[in-house]
């Protein structure tokens, strides 16, 4: 058995080293910006929902990930649009998260 594990360890191991020369782009698309803006707005309104972070904590983390969000959108004119259409998601989700937004139905 043990004769086999390192060849095993090996094979494993070999395509992550073969990929570990590809070059990954610093830029992200708005696509994905969009997408990690999403995930960050629903990670805080499940927290807020279950009563794991308070308000200022809430407050601080949108903050944070709205500016992330501003600053790796390359399209600074649907930036707010952008944002926006995020947080309408996340209301769908977590009517209550944000009772300072009136959501349009």
């Not at 570990?20 to 999403?38: G, P, Q, R």
């Not at 629903?42 to 992330?68: E, P």
């Amino acid at each position: 058995m043990k004769p086999l594990l390192l060849p095993l360890l090996a094979a494993l191991a070999l395509p992550n080293a073969v990929h570990a020369n590809e070059k990954v782009s610093s830029e992200m698309s708005d696509i994905k910006t969009n997408k990690i803006l999403l995930g960050q707005v629903l990670s805080v309104c499940y927290a807020v929902d279950r009563n794991h972070i308070t308000m200022k904590q809430k407050i601080d983390m949108l903050g944070f990930a709205l500016n992330l969000h501003e600053r790796a959108h390359s399209n600074k004119q649907t930036t707010q649009e952008d944002q926006m259409n995020a947080i309408g998601k996340v209301l769908d989700i977590f009517p209550d998260c944000f009772p300072e937004v009136k959501k349009d139905k």
